[in-house]
Nanobody, 125 residues
């Protein structure tokens, strides 16, 4: 599976940005897809995603109510709509994919087998 993330950029605090992740190489049937982010000097952390077995997305507490993730299995895309952005949302955002993940490992980066190249989101105050 090859993943490509795009849509990052510079936005002012309170603004919005939409990221997209396009997957290719094979069908995504059975895959969990997720967005992670990594700020400078910090560990990579989960933003949210979709399990194949569940039509409801999962989110990190820090983005609930501000970010919305959508998945289109026919187009093999995973989108991240980010609203009310804050400077602390500044990070490189990565999309990731995996199979066979258990619920408790959804937020563990090493549980994901495939990664996109990352796209930088900068939120100015």
């Amino acid at each position: 599976v090859q993943l490509q993330a795009f849509g990052g950029g510079l936005v002012q605090a309170g603004g919005s940005l939409r990221l997209s992740c396009a997957a290719s190489g094979r069908t995504l049937r059975g895959y969990t897809l997720a967005w992670f982010r990594q700020a400078t000097g910090k560990e990579r952390e989960l933003v949210g995603g979709f399990r194949w077995t569940n039509s409801n997305p999962f989110y990190a507490d820090s983005v609930k109510g501000r970010f919305t993730i959508s998945r289109d299995n026919t187009k093999s895309t995973l989108d991240l709509q980010m609203n009310s952005l804050q400077p602390e949302d500044t990070a490189v955002y990565y999309c990731a994919a995996t199979v066979g993940i258990i619920q408790s490992n959804l937020g563990v980066p090493s549980s994901y087998h495939y990664w996109g190249q990352g796209t930088l989101v900068t939120v100015s105050s």
